[in-house]
């Protein structure tokens, strides 16, 4: 257990359906991270969060996603108008800002299917 | 476009032999690089990291190797357990990720599978 925890672990909805997933990141830890991963490759970046401020956000979130982080603690990643191409692992991490190391905690992920 | 690939996609080895993972990358800018284990159904763990301004690092059981000048990095596990099956990923990040974000850069990963 890595102290970063999703919710929830499993998904399945319908094609057309909005989808919502949370990410509780370690306590101390300012960035928070949403990435994707797809059968048999490593995880996608998709956006990036620096307390409350989304700073960097991926090709891959496309209009459809949108994620938040409204007191610089927990995040959510919403999907709307889900298509069959959004099956996946949803991975949040999170890291601490400052010294010289970057290494990303990450979540058990939320695993979605669409239908 | 710049990626991080790993030389081997499967891996088996004799529980209590030691195994190496390699893995290339291609971004002259990175300087920081992480392996993580990945078991089914799980999100990936931390194993180690390495800076580029090292050459080895090592941990329990665990040791990562860094050539700068072919841009690869291996993943040594000592006396290789049942309980080290898994996939594993090598990643990259540098100041220059995402502005700043230091967001990480993923290879496919190798499965490695100990037969006891």
């Known amino acids: 257990d890595t102290g970063v925890s999703q919710d929830p672990r499993h998904k399945i909805t319908k094609r057309g359906q909005n989808v919502t997933f949370r990410c509780d990141p370690i306590s101390e830890h300012n960035r928070l991270y949403w990435y994707r991963q797809t059968l048999g490759q490593g995880p996608e970046f998709l956006t990036y969060f620096q307390n409350e401020a989304q700073l960097e956000k991926s090709r891959l979130l496309s209009d459809r996603f949108s994620a938040e982080r409204p007191k610089g603690s927990f995040s959510t990643l919403e999907i709307q108008r889900t298509e069959q191409g959004d099956s996946a692992m949803y991975l949040c991490?999170?890291?601490?800002?400052?010294?010289?190391?970057?290494?990303?905690?990450f979540g058990p992920g939320t695993r979605l299917t669409v239908t | 476009g710049e990626s991080v690939g790993l030389h081997l996609p499967t891996l088996s080895v004799q529980e209590g032999d030691n195994s190496i993972i390699n893995c290339a990358y291609s971004n002259s800018a990175s300087d920081y690089f992480i392996w993580y284990k990945q078991e089914s159904g799980k999100g990936p763990q931390f194993i180690i990291d390495?800076?580029?301004?090292?050459d080895k690092r090592q941990g329990q059981r665990v040791t990562v190797l860094l050539n700068k000048t072919v841009k690869h990095l291996s993943l040594q596990i000592a006396a290789t357990q049942p309980g080290d099956s898994a996939v594993y990923f090598c990643a990259e990040t540098s100041p220059y990720s995402g502005a700043g974000s230091y967001q990480l850069t993923f290879g496919k990963g190798t499965k490695l599978s100990v037969i006891p």
């Open positions: 390495i800076r580029s301004n090292m």
């Open positions: 991490a999170s890291s601490l800002i400052g010294g010289d190391r970057y290494e990303q905690y």
